[in-house]
C-alpha cells in the first residue's frame, strides 16, 4: 500500500522539531525509526500532512550515566540498547527486553523514543521502563518536563504525550545488586510477545526484600503486578510460586487471534513465576 | 582433438553438489522481475476491492475518480461486462459440477471481501492508489456463508443464488466398484477395531516471497504480457481462449519469479483486468498488488474437513479405509481448485497394502477467497490424516507407532505394486529408508528419554512423532488426468540446439521459479553430450522462446521436463553420430560415444566431440548427403505413470505443559527421491518443504471473522515461520530409481512439505498421550496445546 501524500521535514535542532510540531498541531507526526508508524501511514490507518523527521538528531541518540542514573536518549535503536555495555551494567533488563524485540532489522531502525510513544500493549519496553520507575524527559514548547513510567501510558497506544511535545530522553535509576529478568512467550521469533513478565528482584541472604513486577500485553498499558510485589516483600525465595498466582489481579488482557484473555492469564502466572525464580536466582 | 570434459564417465555431472547458477542474481535481486520491468508510456493499475463478503452492487460510480490528478482511465465490472472475458476453471471433476461465472471485475455481486470491484488507471501508482479512494460503490449486504457444513444444510444462504445449491460436486473412488479392491462395507462388518477420527486442515496462504505482479504492453500488433506466474504457457492458452484473443498474437513472459508453491499456478483476475484496462486505454498498464492484496484475493490453500475411518484386526493389520471429505472451494473455481482433493483421493492409501477403500469428496462453496493449489495440493491433507490415524492405531493397540507401520506397508520385494486406489507404484524401499532415518535420529535412545521424563513427570515432555510417506507427483500422464476431467495433458517438451562454438541452448517448457532448473537442466545436458556445464544456457519462460510446454508445478519439472531433455539429448547425439562418422570416416555404428567424445571402437585417440560436429555443420562444408546443416533436436515426454518418492521423517518436540509450547528439538527426514541430479537442489527443495509442513503444524492459519472478513490479513497476523522458529533439518537419503523414466529420478518439490506436517503433530500428540489427549488441532499454537491438555486431565478426573 502506499501512504496518502505529506510533507517531509528533518530539523536539526529540538527546538525546530518542537516549533514545526507546534505550527501544524493535530496534523503532524513525529518519525522515529518508523517500523511502527508506516505500517499505519501505508495502511492508511492515519494520513498526517506532515512528518518530522527525527533522524537528523543525533544528540538524542546515545546512552550515559548521569550518577546513579542511566540515560538513554530517545532515537538510541533497540539493538544499540541491547547491546550497550553501559545498560547491560546498569539496567541488564532494558537490555534484555530490547534484544527480543522483532527481528534484526527491526532492532536496528526502532528506537527506544519511538516504543515508548508508540504505547503499544504488546511492546516491550514499556514493559520495561515501567518495572525500572524509569522517568520519561518530554520537550515542549514550554521546555521539559519529567513524567514517571507509570504515568505515561494513559490507554492503547495513548500517552501523556501532547501533539506538540517530542519524548527526548529516558532515565533509569539503577539498582545495584537487584537480581532481573525479562521473559516473553510470543508465536514466532519476531512476533510480538503473547504475554511477558519483567521481573526485578533485590535478595538479601535468600530472602526477597523488594520485587517489581511488570506485565506486557495484559490489559492496554503495561501492568505493575502490584499483588505480586506485595506478596514478595520480605519473604523467602520459595515463596515466588504462591506469590506469582496473584498476577492475573489487575489485568484485563484482550482475546485476539494470537490468544484468549484466560491463556493470557494463565500465562502470566506461569511467566511471573519463571521470571521471579530467574531475577531471584542470578 | 580430445577436449577435456566435465561430464566425463570418471565424474558424471549428475549426481555432483553444484552451487546453482541461478543464485548470484536472485539472491542479490539484480535480475528482471515484473515489478522492475518497466516499457516506454506504461501505465498503473490500482484495484478497488470489496470490503464485503457477500453484497449484490447497486451502484458504481467513478466519474469522480477521473477528476483525479494524473488519471486516465476509471472503469467497473459493468463498464467491461462483454470485453473483460471469464476466469476458466481448467478441472470440472464430475459431470455435473456446478461451474459458476467468474468474473474478472465483478458486475452485480461480490462474494469475498477482497473480490476486485473498480480500477483507477493512472500514470504512477501513487496517483492510482489516491484516486481509488474517489469512486463511490452502494453495496446491498447479502447473508454470508462461512462454515462447510452449515453451507450444506437446508435452508443455507446461497452463494451462488442461480445454482440453487453451495455443493459444487460429490466425487467418489470406491475400490469395491472400480475393481481396485474390496467393498469397505465388508471390512466395516468384520472389523475387531474401529477408529474414526476428523481431522480439520486448515486454510494457508501461500505467502510467496514476491506478490502477483503483472504487465499488459498491447503496443504493435500484439500482446506482450509479462507475469509473475508458474504458468506462461496456460495463461498464454487461456487468456486466448477466454477472450478470443489470437493466440498467435500473445506473447507470455514469466522472467525471474519470487517463489510460487502453487500461488502462482493460477490465471488471476489481476491479469484478466490488467489485460483489459491495457486495451481500454492502448497503453501499458502495470499492476503489482500489495502484501495485504495478496493475502485476502490471491488464492489459498487446504480447508478441509476430513472424516476417516479405520478399521483393522487387533494384529495391527488395516483391513479397510474409509475417507469423507469436505473441501472449501471458496467463493469462486480457480483453475484447479476442484481437483485438489481430488489428488489426494489416490494418497489416502499412501504406503499401505489396504485392502478396501472408499473416498467420498463434496466441494462447498462459501464467500470466503477461493482455494487453489498450494503446495502439495491434495496429498499433505491425505498423508496428514493417515499417517496421524496410524499412530491412533498404535496407541490402541499399544505399539510403536513404526511396528503398525511396518505391519502395513508394501515391502520392497513386492514393487511393483498396484493399490487399493488403482495407482501402480514402480518402486520403493520403505524398510531401507526407515531403518536409516531411525539410526539417525537415535530413535531408542529418545524413546528411553522419553520414557524417564514420562515417569519424572518432567513439565517438559518429549514426543517423537513419525511420518512414512509416500506420494504422487510429476504431473502427469495426459490419458490419466483425461479420465479425471483435467482440461489439459501432463506432457513436457524440451529443445537442444547447439551453436558453432560448442555451446548448447537448452528451451524447455517448464517454467521454473526458484527450482534451479538451470542448473540441473545444465547437468543433464553435460552427461548427455559430453560438453562443459558452464557452456550449457538454459532458456523458459517466454512463449517466444519456449513455444510449448505445460510449466512447473506438482514436483514435475524434472520427472517429465527433464525426461523430455534427455531425449531431446539423445536425438541431437544421433545426428552427432552421423556427422561424426562422416569427420572420422567411419561408419556411425563403429562409434562409441564415450568420456564426452565419439570415438572409434577399439582406436579411441580418434575421436570427435559435439562442439567439433556443431562447428562442422555451421560451415557445411563436408556433410554427409542428405543431412541438413542443423544439430538441434525437439522431444516431448508423456510419462506413463506418475512418480512415487518416498521417505521416513521422524520429529522430536520438547512440549511444555505448562505453557503448552511445542519446541522442534531434532528433525530427521530420509527422503527417496530416485536418482539425485543435484544433492544440493534436492537438500534445499526439503529443507523448505519441511519448513512449509512445519508451518502448517504449528504456525499459519487464515482466519476470517464472522462477517466474512480475514483477519489474518497481513504478515504480523498471519505467522508464517523464519529459520529462527526452525529447527536444524538433518536430511538424507536412499536411492531406489524409478523404474518408469530412464533417468530414475522422482519429484522432490513437495514431498518436505507432505511428510512434515503429520510428524510434528505426531510428536505433540505423542507427548501428551499419558495425560490422555488424543488430538490437537492445528495449527498446535501452545494454547491449543495448554487447551487440550486442560481438556484432557479434566476428563481423566471426571473419569477417576
Ligand atoms: C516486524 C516487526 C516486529 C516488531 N516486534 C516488536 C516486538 O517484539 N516488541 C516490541 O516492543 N516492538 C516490536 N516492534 C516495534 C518496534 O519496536 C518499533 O520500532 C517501535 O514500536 C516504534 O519505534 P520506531 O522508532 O520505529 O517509531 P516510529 O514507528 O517512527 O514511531 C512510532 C510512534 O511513536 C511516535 N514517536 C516516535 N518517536 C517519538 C519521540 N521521540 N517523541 C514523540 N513521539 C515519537 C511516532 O509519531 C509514532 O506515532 C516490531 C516492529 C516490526 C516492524
Known sequence: ?282 | MTATLAGTAAEPEVGRARLRKEDARLVTGRTRWTENITVPGMLHLAILRSPHAHARISRVDTSAALREPNVIAAFSGADVAETQGTMACAWPVTEDIVLPIYRPLAVDEVRHVGEPVAVVVARDRASATDALEAIEVDYEPLPVVLGLESALADGAPLVHADAGTNKCYTWVLDSGEAGTGKAVGEAAAAAELTIHRRYVQQRLVPASMEPRSVLVDPTGDEWTIYSATQIPHILRFLLAATTGTPEHKIRVIAPDVGGGFGGKLAVTPEEWIAFAAANRVGKPVKYTESRSESMVSAHHGRDMIQDITLYARRDGTVTGLSVKLLANMGAYLGIVTPGVPILGAFMYNAIYKFPAYRFECTGVFTTTTKTDAYRGAGRPEATYAIERIMDELAAELDLDPLEVRRRNWIRHDEFPFTTVAGLEYDSGNYEAATEKAMQLFGYDTLRAEQAKRRVAGDPVQLGIGVSTYTEMCGLAPSRILGALRYGAGGWESASVRLLPTGKVEVVTGTSPHGQGHVTSWSQIVADQLGVAFDDVEVLHGDTRTSHKGLDTYGSRSLAVGGIALVLACQKVREKARTIAAHLLECAPDDLEFADGAFRVRGTPTSAKTIGECALAVFAAHDLPDGVEPQLDAEATFDPQTFSFPHGTHLCAVDVDTETGAATIRKYVCVDDVGTVVNPLIVEGQVHGGVAQGIAQALYEEAVFDEDGNLVTGSLADYTVPSSADLPEIVSDRTETPATSNPLGVKGVGEAGTIASTPAVVNAIVDALRPSGVTDVPMPCTPERVWRALQTARSGQEVAA
Open chain 1, 1 to 282: 500500500m502506499i501512504p496518502a501524500a505529506f510533507d517531509y521535514l528533518r530539523p536539526t535542532t529540538v527546538e525546530d522539531a518542537v516549533a514545526a510540531l507546534a505550527e501544524a498541531g493535530e496534523e503532524a507526526k513525529v518519525l522515529a525509526g518508523g517500523h511502527s508508524l508506516l505500517p499505519v501511514l501505508r495502511l492508511r490507518l492515519a494520513a498526517p500532512t506532515l512528518l518530522v523527521d527525527l533522524g537528523g538528531l543525533p544528540q538524542l541518540r546515545g546512552v550515559r550515566t548521569d550518577g546513579d542514573t542511566l540515560v538513554l536518549g530517545a532515537m538510541t535503536t533497540h539493538a544499540e540498547v541491547a547491546g550497550a555495555p553501559v545498560v547491560v551494567d546498569a539496567a541488564p533488563l532494558l537490555a534484555q527486553a530490547a534484544a527480543t524485540i522483532g527481528d534484526r532489522q527491526v532492532r536496528h531502525r526502532g528506537t527506544l523514543g519511538g516504543s515508548l510513544a508508540h504505547a503499544d500493549p504488546a511492546g516491550d519496553l514499556p514493559t520495561a521502563a515501567v518495572a525500572l520507575d524509569a522517568e520519561l524527559v518530554l520537550a515542549g514548547p514550554a521546555g521539559r518536563r519529567t513524567v514517571p513510567a507509570r504515568e505515561f501510558f494513559v490507554d492503547y497506544f495513548t500517552t501523556t504525550l501532547r501533539p506538540d511535545e517530542l519524548l527526548v530522553e529516558v532515565r533509569v535509576p539503577a539498582l545495584p545488586g537487584w537480581g532481573s529478568h525479562y521473559l516473553k512467550v510470543n508465536r514466532t521469533a519476531q512476533a510480538w510477545a503473547t504475554v511477558a513478565v519483567a521481573a526485578v528482584v533485590e535478595r538479601e541472604n535468600g530472602t526477597i526484600t523488594q520485587a517489581r513486577v511488570a506485565l506486557t500485553n495484559m490489559g492496554p498499558t503495561p501492568v505493575r503486578a502490584v499483588a505480586v510485589e506485595r506478596a514478595l516483600a520480605g519473604v523467602p525465595v520459595d515463596a515466588i510460586e504462591a506469590a506469582a498466582a496473584h498476577a492475573v489481579e489487575g489485568t484485563s488482557p484482550a482475546s485476539d487471534t494470537t490468544a484468549s484473555a484466560d491463556y493470557r492469564r494463565h500465562l502470566a502466572q506461569v511467566l511471573a513465576r519463571r521470571a521471579l525464580t530467574a531475577a531471584a536466582g542470578s
